[in-house]
Nanobody
Framework: QVQLQESGPGLVKPSQTLSLTCTVS??????????WKWFRQPPGEGQEWMGA???????YYSPSLKSRTSISRNTSKNQFTLQLTSVTPEDTAVYYC??????????????WGQGTQVTVSS
């Protein structure tokens, strides 16, 4: 059974870079036809798709975040990573990683991590 677990600092200062890692167990991140995705949900708002990396390593980004977002992977550790640069308090959110068969929308077969709270504050 595939499981995903987000990890990273819970508090980031403004202007710094937010880095989160999603560790995957029970399946390889190089297995087709899956996409490995990042979402976030700010307080009181809906969920926002941030980007994804495919099983072959292709990356996809939300146009609104593309200039600040980078998604990479470490296949030897079976992890994929989100970096968000120049953060502001508006980047405060619960961040989720997920596995899905669709790059943008969420299918019924998506598997989610439990989410991790990130607060941007000085």
């Amino acid at each position: 059974q595939v499981q995903l677990q987000e990890s990273g600092p819970g508090l980031v200062k403004p202007s710094q870079t937010l880095s989160l890692t999603c560790t995957v167990s029970g399946g390889s991140i190089t297995t087709n036809p899956y996409y490995w995705k990042w979402f976030r949900q700010p307080p009181g708002e809906g969920q926002e798709w941030m980007g994804a990396i495919s099983a072959s390593g292709n990356t996809y980004y939300s146009p609104s975040l593309k200039s600040r977002t980078s998604i990479s992977r470490n296949t030897s550790k079976n992890q994929f990573t989100l970096q968000l640069t120049s953060v502001t308090p508006e980047d405060t959110a619960v961040y989720y990683c997920a596995r899905d068969t669709q790059v943008l929308t969420s299918s019924n077969s998506a598997i989610w991590g439990q989410g991790t709270q990130v607060t941007v504050s000085s």
